[in-house]
């Protein structure tokens, strides 16, 4: 981890429109000089690549990761993550330059939830009160009456008055769990997480039976039959919770498996098998879209403050309130600070 950006100077925000990256280049140093020259803050999603995950000044899951550049004075963020991760960070600190390393490191759930859609899905059954996962486009975002993250989704829920209905998208995993744990039937949008609909619960038996007391922790994005084997069920920061408090020494898990990372520093001697895909072997619950982002993009980023994430203030401003509901429904309520709203 990097030092703090608290109380760093006023950053350079001119573009430098680097085209080329010398290859005898130090990336390490270089991102880090480029960091304090642009008083910027670097975010990294569990699910990155190791060495982004080393050179960020916070690592964690997206909300959380937003919300921490957002109390912080940067002038830059740079998001190592995906495109509506970014977005969310532009909705929380408007004021801040927000840059993505690929703008192509897009979300099958995103994707799967286009605005036009969504709003169609919401005018059919204008009754339902929208819950929607935070794995959405800033659009989506504005057109929901409630955002949610894999965290705090269930106790949202049961905050609805029994007999509202409820419209969940865009994970219709997500959605499936949360309705066998509470019991409340919802409408869902048939939206999924193409990486954690990828393991193969054929090949997760052989695991098992491998290692018979190995407990098996998995995000609740994944298809039933590989929730029905899980000892542990819960977020990127559950799971890691769970696996450095178990006494087990040897667990398996069934997310994005660049979170490993992460489990080896903060339980170095336990040992983490990552579950597996159709074939056993395959490197198929790899994120695509995080890895479109690397160290030698990071570096463009910040070199050239491009390219940069932008969200219409209409927009922004009503996707905060949804965000804003949302942890207004998470105990404790926290509020977020909007400066534009402030200087207004």
């Given at each position: 981890m990097s030092t703090t950006v608290l109380d760093r100077p006023k950053?350079?925000?001119?573009?430098?429109?680097v085209t080329e990256i010398d290859p005898f280049i130090d990336l390490a140093a270089e991102i880090d000089r480029l960091r304090k020259e642009r008083n910027a803050v670097i975010l990294a999603h569990y699910y990155q690549d190791p060495e982004i995950q080393d050179i960020a000044d916070f690592v964690g899951d997206s909300l959380?990761?937003?919300?921490?550049?957002?109390?912080?004075?940067?002038?830059?963020?740079a998001f190592c993550g995906v495109r509506f991760m970014a977005e969310t960070a532009k909705i929380l600190s408007?004021?801040?330059?927000?840059?993505?390393?690929?703008?192509?490191?897009?979300?099958?759930?995103?994707?799967?939830?286009?605005?036009?859609?969504?709003?169609?899905f919401r005018k059919e059954h204008p009754d339902h009160v929208s819950l929607t996962y935070i794995n959405c486009s800033a659009e989506v975002k504005a057109l929901s009456d409630i955002i949610v993250t894999s965290t705090n989704a269930q106790a949202i829920v049961e905050q609805i008055p029994e007999g509202t209905p409820i419209l969940f998208a865009p994970d219709r995993h997500l959605g499936a769990y949360l309705a066998r744990k509470t019991g409340r039937d919802m409408t869902l949008w048939p939206g999924s997480?193409?990486?954690h609909e990828q393991f193969s619960e054929r090949e997760l038996i052989k695991v098992m039976g491998e290692n018979p007391d190995a407990p098996v922790t998995a995000h609740p994005e994944c298809p039933e039959a590989i929730l029905a084997h899980a000892d542990h069920i819960g977020s990127t920061s559950s799971i890691l919770k769970f696996v450095t408090e178990t006494d087990a020494q040897?667990?398996?898990?069934?997310?994005?498996?660049?979170?490993?990372?992460?489990?080896?520093?903060?339980?170095?001697?336990k040992t983490f098998i990552g579950a597996p895909g159709a074939d056993g072997e395959c490197n198929c619950n790899n994120?695509?879209?995080?890895?479109?982002?690397?160290?030698?993009?990071?570096?463009?980023?910040?070199?050239?403050?491009?390219p940069q994430i932008e969200v219409p203030e209409d927009i922004r401003v009503k996707a905060l309130?949804?965000?804003?509901?949302?942890?207004?429904?998470?105990p404790p309520a926290q509020p977020i600070r909007d400066a534009a709203a402030a200087s207004a």
């Open positions: 950053g350079n925000l001119e573009p430098l429109n959380d990761l937003s919300r921490k550049a957002a109390n912080t004075d940067a002038d830059v963020i408007p004021e801040k330059t927000v840059v993505l390393p690929d703008m192509a490191a897009g979300c099958s759930l995103e994707d799967s939830c286009p605005p036009d859609e969504f709003a169609k997480c193409i990486v040897t667990i398996i898990i069934a997310t994005e498996p660049h979170i490993i990372h992460q489990m080896e520093k903060l339980a170095p001697g994120c695509p879209f995080m890895e479109l982002n690397t160290m030698e993009k990071l570096y463009l980023s910040l070199a050239n403050l491009a309130q949804s965000v804003q509901r949302m942890l207004d429904m998470s």
